[in-house]
């Protein structure tokens, strides 16, 4: 048991920016393997190699507003420390897969780890430092995750290079060492039996909706029509119980209440949007590289960096808007055209043979400044105007809003690309999903608008949680 007087903040945000580092890493490393494991396990379609992504993205975000809640409850140095383990675990059982299905099996026991880390790092953080100190705590933190967006792409190429393996082994010397570190160093806090056991059948019966809306979209050009439909339908009904029994539900995944919060709904419609659009664009970006162009795993995490490496700097400038009383809702909106323009410019002159700094790097550059303009914003500003005592659990809701958008922008990639024949019928498939992701992302910058507070002066986020990387407070630290 670490006593209060023994606590190290500094050790302690270094350990907890740790656990953010390696939630995130693995939403961005595994993109750039996507070729070689698909080399390995000959035979399997995109379609089925796209759930090595959705499996992560689909658990990691059912679970993190319950597990955010069940470490409230019962202690959240030991929701850590169970998060570090099963995700290590995990990371090992990934890097040991002997099939596809097997990885994607073991990927959805990483994000259980990954999910149990965000809200229980971001709760000890606020727990261990004083109010004036929290501001500074949580950029640091919330940084770890623009480090891992900006560094994982480069990264993964390397080590892809060894092993698509590799990919997930790096997790295990750090997992281990944030462990040992977490167990020494890391005081506990908890709520104690105040804070409510989240609906768990109520998140089961979310995840379930998610997969199956997935499911139908990325087998709409293997499946038979009614079959897709099927899939569909009874995903839009399981999102309808799982709707139903939150209204009823006393402590439900999603209180619909929050929703009646104008900037707080408008964000939520927002971020899932951009991010349809952003992970559909990001996947398109690196199959291009790879199927198109025929670069390297290494060629390929390089060519992708420049556009995450925008993303703080922008931030800081989004934040200064906002400091000087831009409205929210233009801030994120010009971001989103932003990354229309960019998407807009690789679609309309990349040619068969490769030209990066000529045909793709102006709008990865353009897309990335439009992400670091929009998204830090979208996810700082979500929960301004609820109460205080919901406010990580809003933090959290809007951050489901987003992994829920990734898996339905890669579904929706996987779909509009389908299985083309040589290269005009690639490239036109290439370009029509480009124009598609375009205009979602102007129906997200329309959204956006709703974003700005109606009252005067609410524009400015006034939690701790600033602009700053686009994972800010993520998951329920407090109920």
Request: with cysteine.
């Amino acid at each position: 048991m670490v006593q209060q007087s023994q606590v190290r903040p500094g050790l302690v945000l270094a350990v907890l920016s740790v656990a953010s580092f390696m939630a995130g890493l693995d939403l961005f490393i595994v993109n750039v393997a996507f070729d070689d494991i698909g080399r390995d396990f000959a035979g399997e379609s995109l379609a089925d190699l796209s759930w090595v992504l959705n499996g992560y993205a689909i658990v990691f975000a059912a679970l993190l507003v319950p597990l955010g809640r069940l470490a409230d409850r019962y202690g959240r140095k030991a929701g850590l420390v169970a998060g570090l383990t099963v995700f290590v675990l995990a990371s090992q059982a990934c890097a040991l897969a002997p099939s596809l299905w097997w990885l994607v099996a073991f990927r959805v026991a990483q994000a259980v780890g990954a999910a149990a880390l965000i809200p229980t790092s971001l709760g000890l953080l606020l727990s261990v430092f004083p109010p004036e100190r929290r501001g500074g705590a949580v950029r640091v933190w919330s940084a770890s995750a623009a480090l891992a967006a900006g560094a994982g792409p480069a990264v993964g190429g390397v080590l892809v290079e060894v092993s698509w393996r590799w990919v997930f082994e790096v997790n295990i010397p750090i997992g281990v060492l944030a462990t040992l570190l977490a167990l020494r160093y890391v005081p506990d806090s908890r709520e104690g039996v105040s804070a409510r056991v989240p609906d768990l059948p109520g998140a089961v019966v979310l995840t379930g909706a998610i997969a199956l809306l997935a499911l139908g979209l990325v087998k709409i050009n293997d499946w038979p029509g009614e079959r897709t439909a099927i899939a569909v339908g009874v995903a839009l009904l399981a999102l309808a119980l799982f709707w139903l029994r939150s209204a009823r539900h006393p402590a439900p995944v999603i209180e619909p209440s929050l929703l009646g919060v104008r900037t707080f709904a408008w964000s939520n419609a927002t971020v899932l949007l951009f991010t349809v659009a952003f992970a559909a664009n990001l996947l398109l970006g690196v199959l291009w590289m790879q199927e198109i162009w025929h670069y390297s795993a290494v060629e390929t995490g390089l060519g992708v960096a420049p556009g995450p490496l925008m993303v703080p700097v922008m931030a800081l400038v989004a934040g200064k808007m906002v400091a000087a009383r831009v409205p929210v809702g233009l801030v994120t909106a010009v971001g989103c055209m932003l990354c229309m323009f960019g998407v807009v410019m690789m679609a309309t002159s990349l040619g068969p043979e490769p030209a990066y700094a000529a045909e793709l790097l102006p709008g990865w550059l353009v897309g990335g400044t439009g992400v670091g303009l929009a998204l830090p914003t979208i996810l700082a500003a979500a929960a301004v105007d609820l109460p205080a005592e919901r406010y990580a659990t809003g933090s959290a809701v809007v951050n489901m809003s987003r992994q829920i958008g990734s898996v339905l922008g890669v579904s929706l990639a996987v779909a509009l690309l389908g299985a083309p024949h040589g290269y005009l019928d690639a490239h036109r498939a290439y370009v029509n999903a480009w124009l598609v992701v375009a205009a979602v992302m102007v129906a997200a910058a329309i959204a956006a608008l709703g974003m700005t507070p109606v009252r005067r002066g609410a524009s400015q986020p006034s939690s701790p949680s600033v602009p700053g990387t686009g994972t800010e407070a993520v998951a329920g630290t407090r109920t």
